[in-house]
């Protein structure tokens, strides 16, 4: 299911089950509300960390709420996300960072265009659809 509306606290809710399920434990999480890395997950002596993304508000009562965000504001999303990200990877270069987004036609095409930038970078995409399924992009740590 592609092109469905998730905020922020959604895809990190369907990236936490994911995850655990592929034996990822989560030991820190933050919402829209709080501070910090939104997802860090330690496997196997290796550190995952997570920059997630909404297309749409998560606060109730906003313009947004309930909307699919403008195509200038997937930009910005995407870009805090990588800027958020390259920080991430900077400060702990042997850590697996990820940008995680919904499945969305709107921030496939932001992301793509940047993929090369990603690679190089080695950071990866993990894409959360409506139904709560993830998928990776250049994440071979993703599967078991």
């Not at 994911?18 to 501070?35: C, D, Y």
């Not at 890395?37 to 993304?53: F, M, Y």
């Not at 998560?58 to 958020?84: D, W």
Request: glycine content about 6%; aromatic content about 6%.
């Amino acid at each position: 299911m592609t092109d469905q509306l998730q905020t922020e606290n959604q895809v990190i809710e369907s990236l936490k089950i994911a995850l655990i399920s592929r034996g990822w434990k989560i030991v820190a999480f933050a919402t829209t509300m709080e501070h910090g890395v939104d997802l860090h997950a330690p496997r196997s002596g290796k550190t995952l960390r997570i920059e997630a993304k909404g297309n749409t508000s998560s606060k109730e009562g906003s313009k947004r709420y309930g909307e699919l965000q403008k195509p200038n504001q997937h930009f910005i999303q995407v870009a805090t996300a990588l800027l958020k990200c390259a920080e991430l990877k900077s400060a702990e270069p042997e850590a697996y960072v990820a940008i995680a987004v919904p499945l969305h036609s709107r921030m496939q095409g932001r992301i793509e265009r940047i993929e090369p930038v990603l690679k190089a970078a080695d950071l990866a995409v993990l894409w959360v659809a409506g139904d709560g399924t993830v998928s990776a992009w250049n994440a071979p740590w993703f599967g078991r």
